[in-house]
């Protein structure tokens, strides 16, 4: 960061911030509502700091991005502290807030989300009062001097070459970079999984011994058929379910299982022969619980499930999508078929450690 760098940002923003706020001013007088945009909010929040040359230190995850889900604020959260651990940045937890799917009332929702997750916890607090404390995704996704994003203003300085979010990954088109930038975010949270492993399971009463629980998510509610990218078909699930339940009554297993979703009975035809006990629109709170706590996890296109497997450690089944897979994964394509070597030496593992 050069001295010239930081004046230029500093006099684009405030500038940028002043045409918005004559703009304001012509829609109100002429009746409309006014518009603030994320460059308005960033001068409104952190205009002293900016003001003040440092450079940033301090980072946090705030609700930049909007209607995000538990799940990934959650993930966000986690990849901002193992980010903060990785680059020596000090981190500053702000809790959970605008979260998207709330039941209930909104404010509740978010404390909800917090508790459960508990990733705050032993983590200083960001002071608004200070506005020191910046959102990485913000600073991500907001362009500076030179075509750069913002986090060339973070000391220590950190690498350049990084997606703006983890669903950008599989974008870049260089096999390469791609490959470097999925190692780099599955490594950053990695790095800081026991420690949010913990945190996450102090809050949570000691299960008592568990019947073998396999767990599926199945994402459906706020997607359809046309979002492939978020979207498994039934017929999908019912093949990776018919492999994992056969290798479990060769070895004389009994299990149960449990399967996650929204919608009704009749939704879920292609699985009955499989006799799930399907657990429709229940609370959020228990079904990701449950889903950390299976000893196989069938995900889906979700950081609802990914986010359920990091925390959990479960046998855990995954189909290539936005979010790159953790090692020790076990890929499944579109069609359900899977490694079954692979899923056959994980099963033997996991039931060792439950005897």
Same mark, same amino acid.
């Given at each position: 960061m050069t001295r010239n760098s930081y004046a230029a940002l500093v006099a684009r923003l405030v500038a940028g911030t002043g045409i918005n706020a004559g703009k304001n001013l012509l829609k109100r007088a002429t009746g409309r509502n006014a518009w603030h945009g994320d460059q308005h909010r960033f001068v409104a929040r952190h205009l002293r700091h900016l003001l003040s040359g440092?450079?940033? =230190? &301090?980072? =946090?995850? &705030?609700?930049?991005?909007?209607?995000?889900?538990?799940? /990934?604020?959650a993930l966000m959260t986690m990849f901002t502290i193992g980010f903060c651990r990785r680059y020596g940045l000090e981190y500053r937890h702000t809790p959970f807030s605008g979260l998207n799917h709330a039941v209930g009332d909104q404010r509740a929702w978010d404390e909800g989300w917090e508790r459960f997750f508990n990733l705050g916890e032993g983590e200083?607090? /960001?002071s608004e009062v200070e506005g020191e404390s910046f959102d990485l995704f913000e600073l991500t996704f907001m362009e500076g001097p030179g075509g750069r994003d913002l986090t060339q203003y973070l000391h220590p300085p950190v690498p350049s070459e990084r997606a703006q979010y983890y669903t950008d990954i599989r974008r870049i088109a260089d096999e390469e970079l791609r490959a470097a930038q999925r190692e780099l975010f599955v490594e950053t949270i990695r790095a800081q999984l026991p420690e949010f492993r913990a945190r996450y399971r102090r809050n949570k009463p000691l299960a008592g011994q568990q019947p073998f629980t396999i767990a599926v998510h199945i994402r459906r509610g706020d997607v359809g058929p046309d979002r492939q990218d978020m979207w498994t078909g039934l017929d999908s699930f019912a093949r990776t379910l018919r492999t994992v339940t056969a290798q479990l009554e060769q070895r004389g297993v009994a299990y149960r299982l449990l399967v996650f979703s929204q919608g009704k009975d009749a939704d879920f035809a292609a699985l009955h022969d499989h006799a799930p006990d399907l657990r429709l629109d229940t609370d959020p709170f228990d079904a990701l619980a449950q889903l950390a706590a299976a000893d196989v996890l069938v995900m889906s296109k979700s950081c609802f499930s990914y986010?359920?497997?990091?925390?959990? !450690?479960?046998?855990?089944?995954?189909?290539?999508?936005?979010?790159?897979?953790?090692?020790?994964?076990?890929? &499944?394509? !579109?069609?359900?078929?899977?490694?079954?070597?692979a899923l056959s030496g994980q099963l033997d593992a996991r039931l060792a450690r439950k005897v």
């Amino acid at each position: 960061m050069t001295r010239n760098s930081y004046a230029a940002l500093v006099a684009r923003l405030v500038a940028g911030t002043g045409i918005n706020a004559g703009k304001n001013l012509l829609k109100r007088a002429t009746g409309r509502n006014a518009w603030h945009g994320d460059q308005h909010r960033f001068v409104a929040r952190h205009l002293r700091h900016l003001l003040s040359g440092k450079p940033f =230190t &301090r980072l =946090t995850v &705030r609700d930049f991005h909007q209607r995000e889900g538990a799940g /990934s604020r959650a993930l966000m959260t986690m990849f901002t502290i193992g980010f903060c651990r990785r680059y020596g940045l000090e981190y500053r937890h702000t809790p959970f807030s605008g979260l998207n799917h709330a039941v209930g009332d909104q404010r509740a929702w978010d404390e909800g989300w917090e508790r459960f997750f508990n990733l705050g916890e032993g983590e200083l607090p /960001s002071s608004e009062v200070e506005g020191e404390s910046f959102d990485l995704f913000e600073l991500t996704f907001m362009e500076g001097p030179g075509g750069r994003d913002l986090t060339q203003y973070l000391h220590p300085p950190v690498p350049s070459e990084r997606a703006q979010y983890y669903t950008d990954i599989r974008r870049i088109a260089d096999e390469e970079l791609r490959a470097a930038q999925r190692e780099l975010f599955v490594e950053t949270i990695r790095a800081q999984l026991p420690e949010f492993r913990a945190r996450y399971r102090r809050n949570k009463p000691l299960a008592g011994q568990q019947p073998f629980t396999i767990a599926v998510h199945i994402r459906r509610g706020d997607v359809g058929p046309d979002r492939q990218d978020m979207w498994t078909g039934l017929d999908s699930f019912a093949r990776t379910l018919r492999t994992v339940t056969a290798q479990l009554e060769q070895r004389g297993v009994a299990y149960r299982l449990l399967v996650f979703s929204q919608g009704k009975d009749a939704d879920f035809a292609a699985l009955h022969d499989h006799a799930p006990d399907l657990r429709l629109d229940t609370d959020p709170f228990d079904a990701l619980a449950q889903l950390a706590a299976a000893d196989v996890l069938v995900m889906s296109k979700s950081c609802f499930s990914y986010v359920a497997a990091l925390l959990g !450690e479960p046998v855990a089944i995954f189909e290539d999508c936005d979010f790159p897979a953790f090692p020790g994964w076990i890929m &499944r394509d !579109e069609a359900g078929a899977l490694d079954e070597a692979a899923l056959s030496g994980q099963l033997d593992a996991r039931l060792a450690r439950k005897v």
